[in-house]
């Protein structure tokens, strides 16, 4: 079912973006009066398509193949490779014909659309929702494994500084922006005591290779439900507990109990269990039972599943602030810019060499993965997974690379400055060019996929 599921949410998501960048070049090529002979999401290699429909002058269709899409404008080189318009005299509707300044708008169309949806989709969460703010007093959860650990993080630290300026809320203290500066360091209090951490130069590797921070506010295993005829409550353990320990092992976040009740598939283990009676007027915390609550101790087997019939209780103090639709506006852009300076600055690190090439880049397999994850996690996190996978989209598009559009934009914008065209074997053999090499980077980032899955 995981594998269906990533298979699922990555269709949704490419579907999503390609449709998204081919109707930027589409909407700019018709403004200009070009023809639009093909609109495609999805590769139609060897004429293998799911659907094909012709309305006007141009084919609509999905390909067989997933994993792009194109728009084929009358007159243009471009990944189609067509050559039948060589030997004939520019047309007024034609790509070749038209003012360079036209054809570069064009030539951006894609790569504008797929800011403008990641920008739309900022500013409908935020307006709709508003501003995430989770104060930083909620300890630390630190994972096994993660970068923040490594860095000498513990589960229970508090969040207090972020280079040297005080965090209010650990929106800000995982802002984006902290992960590309030239150096990061967290000062945080453990025990009473400020002990600053150090983050390596490499971060965003190390975040790429754990698929995530691995760090969050931590949310206490408070039990909301105990289902009837199942482990946990014929044990004894009753909604609004609190689990402290199993095994006699403490626990203080829910991901742990999870995760240890599961690798306990019908094998008993030992769950200590704090509990108050409720009294109306007095509102039970976490901190409250732990500091009064009775101590119950209980024997239960998880079922074959590893799964004993309890659910969690939110209690993470998540406030979101409302705007209205301009600071919505605002907030949204604002998002997009940080993740696009984040983005090339990523790139520039990984050119350079500070950032290992194979865990900082994804392909289809790793890009599924995380899609499903996402989407697991609710509509919102999915909405942002596309926001960010739109501008990585954006960016890798505007690379000045022969077959991408930042290629084809460099080529025309020369044109420009010479004020003839280049000569069409030229473009066409650059154009191969680029396809060998983009072809040859794919299968490579393919192979990097599936040596780490």
């Known amino acids: 079912m995981d594998f269906l599921s990533s298979i699922f949410f990555f269709i949704v998501a490419i579907f999503i973006l390609v449709t998204a960048h081919e109707l930027g070049h589409f909407l700019t090529a018709k403004l200009f009066g070009m023809r639009v002979d093909k609109f495609y999401i999805g590769f139609d290699f060897l004429e293998k398509r799911l659907w094909k429909k012709k309305i006007g002058e141009t084919e609509y269709g999905i390909g067989l193949f997933p994993l792009g899409g194109y728009v084929k404008i009358a007159g243009m080189v471009d990944e189609s490779l067509d050559t039948n318009f060589q030997n004939s005299e520019p047309q007024p509707w034609e790509f070749r014909a038209k003012p360079v300044w036209q054809r570069l708008i064009v030539l951006a169309g894609g790569v504008s659309m797929n800011l403008i949806l990641a920008a739309a989709i900022f500013i409908g969460v935020t307006f709709v929702l508003g501003e995430a703010r989770t104060s930083v007093n909620t300890p630390a959860f630190v994972e096994k494994g993660s970068i923040f650990e490594a860095m000498g993080m513990k589960t229970g630290d508090r969040l207090q500084l972020a280079n040297g300026k005080t965090v209010a809320s650990w929106e800000e203290a995982l802002d984006p922006e902290l992960m590309i500066a030239p150096s990061l360091n967290y000062t945080i ?32 295993p408070l039990i909301n439900e105990a289902v009837e005829n199942m482990p946990a409550r014929k044990a004894g353990i009753q909604p609004g507990g609190l689990i402290t320990a199993i095994n006699d092992k403490a626990v203080s976040d829910w991901t742990e109990v999870v995760g240890i009740i599961s690798s306990h598939a019908a094998k008993p283990i030992t769950i200590t ?17 732990r500091s009064e609550g009775k101590k119950f101790v209980a024997t239960v087997i998880p079922n074959a599943s590893g799964k004993i019939g309890i659910s969690l209780k939110t209690t993470l103090a998540t406030e979101r602030k409302k705007v209205n639709f301009g600071e919505s506006i605002v907030s949204g852009i604002n998002q997009t810019w940080k993740m696009s300076s984040m983005t090339v600055q990523g790139f520039a690190k990984i050119f350079t060499g500070k950032e290992d090439f194979r865990k900082s880049v994804g392909g289809p397999i790793k890009i599924a993965k995380i899609a499903s994850q996402s989407a697991e996690q609710g509509p919102v996190s999915f909405l942002y997974f596309l926001g960010m996978l739109s501008i990585s989209l954006a960016i890798i598009n505007i690379l000045p690379v022969p077959a991408l559009d930042g290629g084809q934009f460099v080529l025309n914008a020369f044109e420009g400055l010479i004020r003839r065209e280049i000569p069409f074997a030229i473009k066409m053999r650059i154009q191969q060019i680029g396809m060998a090499l983009l072809l040859a980077l794919f299968a490579y980032i393919l192979l990097n996929d599936i040596f780490n899955f």
């Open 273 to 289: 269990w704090q509990y108050l009676e409720p009294v109306r007027g007095r509102t039970i915390t976490p901190e409250l039972l």
């Open 189 to 220: 209090l453990r025990e009473g005591k400020s002990i600053t951490v150090t983050a390596p130069a490499n971060i965003l590797s190390k975040i790429n290779e754990t698929q995530g921070f691995g760090i969050r506010p931590i949310v206490p």
